[in-house]
């Protein structure tokens, strides 16, 4: 974990109450960038770990438009990644945002952390908002152990907040979702929040579900106690299919699909494949039904005849299954060429 720069800044806002009228919201900026040791390392890496295990987090990119204050700041700072430039691009884009939800009744401030850190030799630029929570406190006065009521800022729940993949951002991949953000609003993303930091539509269920396939796919398969394969991959497979299509509304969660599949201590195992392999996947999505029946593989046996075709391979030009005709037609030059050559072979004495 490496942070390159990061500050912090308050913007005050109290959600209006029906009789009272909105309150004008006030911004309290920094006037420096913040001293980076390791208390504010750990606060990084804990948001970090927190973000990314926040079950609202939806993948997207920025709209290909350039009229806001927070995507042409952002612009010019990573055109020279200078502290200067990190520095206007937290301060100019909070200054909009605060005219923006100043019209916006049930809006709320707290503290923006803004950050460039490395984590996992990935980099990453984010903005979090975060708010405080009570709690309470030990303290030692007058040789006695006391409860002292204290605040601390709420990390494990994230108000909102987005991230950036740099590396992806900066790739030439046509299908780029290099943004992460997330609300605390369930799966609904605040408007006024996604319109400032200029995010276009969030990935789909179908793009989600062909993700988790790549995973199941490439992912290690669980052991046993003695090390062994717990599955093959056609019955891991299998296992992931019915456990997904058991839940009455067909949703996929990876932390309890992990659990499920690799037990409790291991309940990021499918986040951190898709992690370290630069797969973008939602943490929480609706499994598409037609994607994700490409998972299973379809097996037929008649006397003398074995077929295990992947579902994805049942179309026109493949293996055409016409039921009306009861014909099975597979259209494979490969095919052909190996039953030939065995057909022609010589038998073995």
Request: hydrophobic share 35%; with cysteine; proline share 3%.
């Amino acid at each position: 974990m490496k942070v390159n720069r990061f500050v912090v800044h308050e913007l005050i806002k109290e959600a209006k109450k029906k009789e009272e009228s909105v309150v004008e919201p006030v911004l309290v900026l920094s006037k420096t960038l913040a001293v980076i040791d390791p208390s504010s390392v750990t606060l990084i890496e804990e948001i970090h770990k927190s973000f990314s295990g926040h079950t609202s987090l939806k993948h997207t990119h920025f709209v290909d438009r350039n009229d806001k204050v927070f995507k042409k700041s952002f612009e010019a700072y990573v055109a020279d990644m200078e502290d200067d430039k990190f520095y206007s691009f937290s301060e100019d884009s909070l200054k909009e945002l605060k005219v923006e939800i100043s019209n916006k009744p049930f809006a709320t401030g707290g503290y923006y952390i803004y950050a460039d850190y490395v984590y996992d030799h990935k980099r990453f630029i984010g903005v979090f908002l975060l708010r405080k929570r009570p709690g309470l406190n030990l303290i030692f006065k007058d040789g006695v152990f006391a409860v002292a009521p204290t605040e601390n800022l709420n990390i494990d729940k994230i108000a909102m907040g987005f991230r950036l993949n740099y590396e992806i951002y900066k790739s030439e991949a046509s299908e780029r979702s290099y943004i992460a953000l997330i609300t605390n609003q369930q799966d609904k993303l605040s408007g006024y929040f996604k319109d400032w930091v200029v995010a276009a539509g969030v990935i789909s269920d179908e793009k989600n579900t062909n993700q988790l396939i790549k995973i199941l796919n490439g992912i290690d398969l669980p052991k046993d106690d003695q090390g062994n394969d717990k599955y093959t991959r056609e019955s891991f497979k299998k296992a992931c299919f019915d456990f997904v299509d058991q839940h009455p509304d067909k949703e996929v969660s990876l932390k309890n699909l992990s659990i499920y599949l690799f037990g409790e201590e291991k309940d990021t195992a499918l986040n951190d494949y898709a992690n370290s392999n630069q797969i973008i996947i939602d943490n929480e999505f609706r499994r598409n039904s037609a994607a994700w029946n490409k998972l299973i593989t379809i097996k037929a046996k008649v006397e003398g005849i074995e077929l295990n075709v992947d579902y994805s391979k049942l179309n026109d030009n493949e293996v055409d299954v016409q039921e009306d005709k009861n014909i099975i037609i597979i259209r494979s030059e490969e095919l052909v060429k190996q039953i030939i050559e065995k057909k022609n072979a010589p038998a073995n004495p």
